[in-house]
């Protein structure tokens, strides 16, 4: 069975950090490129990051861009997200998110991250 | 860059009547890229559809996807009470030299009437 579990939120002060984790099992997590969207409460989805199978490939939403890094560890079936120069407006709940064709066909539950001073 | 609106924003629905989402792209979108998720509260999305009409493993007959260019629709044949819920159509992009991009549209909640 394919889970994703995603840890590290909670509650940072703007300008903090936060690095999210999600733990991958039933599926060989290498061969799988891995996104990260985010759900601001009451709002809808968004993108903001992909990372390829091999980490050779790396895009953000404009959103995030210079303030998160994506990394995996496929020795660890993990994937990350560093999260520096934390905005009240990066308040949501983080899904990692994995990719089959063009679609996410699997979620995590989803990690709430608040930025409030 | 390509947006996405969905329409309604609300639908209200009986148990057991027939429901027709649309989801409308800003500039013509490949069917391959096209797809549909379901979310309840609290809980993360759930694929439904993808490639525009390929239900996803799992997901009942009843919901069905299609369309084509700028037009795309969900339809629920017959509601089911676990068929109130949000949503969401997503298509991927790919605009150099930003790299490729996944948009999601703003939604369509189905509740009860």
């Known amino acids: 069975e394919v889970q994703l579990v995603e840890s590290g939120g909670g509650l940072v002060q703007p300008g903090g950090s936060l690095r999210l984790s999600c733990a991958a099992s039933?599926?060989?997590?290498?061969?799988?490129?891995m996104h990260w969207v985010r759900q601001a409460p009451g709002k809808g989805l968004e993108w903001i990051s992909y990372i390829s199978d091999s980490s050779s490939t790396i895009y953000y939403a404009d959103s995030v861009k210079g303030r998160f890094t994506i990394s995996r560890d496929n020795a660890k079936n993990s994937l990350y997200l560093q999260m520096n120069s934390l905005r009240d407006e990066d308040t949501a709940v983080y899904y990692c998110?994995?990719?089959?064709?063009?679609?996410?066909?699997?979620w995590g539950q989803g990690i709430l991250v608040t930025v409030s001073s | 860059e390509i947006v996405l609106t969905q329409s309604p924003g609300t639908l209200s629905l009986s148990p057991g009547e027939r429901a027709t989402l649309s989801c409308r792209a800003s500039q013509t979108v490949s069917s391959s890229y096209l797809a549909w998720y379901q979310q309840k509260p609290g809980q993360a999305p759930r694929l439904l559809i993808y490639?525009?009409?390929t239900r996803a493993t799992g997901i009942p007959d009843r919901f069905s996807g299609s369309g084509s260019g700028t037009d795309f629709t969900l339809t629920i044949s017959r509601l089911e009470p676990e068929d109130f819920a949000v949503y969401y159509c997503?298509?991927?992009?790919?605009?150099?030299?930003?790299?490729?991009?996944?948009?999601f549209g703003p939604g369509t909640k189905v509740d009860i009437k």
């Open positions: 997503q298509q991927y992009g790919s605009s150099p030299p930003k790299g490729i991009r996944f948009t």
């Open positions: 998110a994995r990719l089959r064709w063009l679609h996410f066909d699997y």
């Open positions: 039933g599926f060989t997590f290498s061969n799988y490129s």
């Open positions: 490639g525009a009409s």
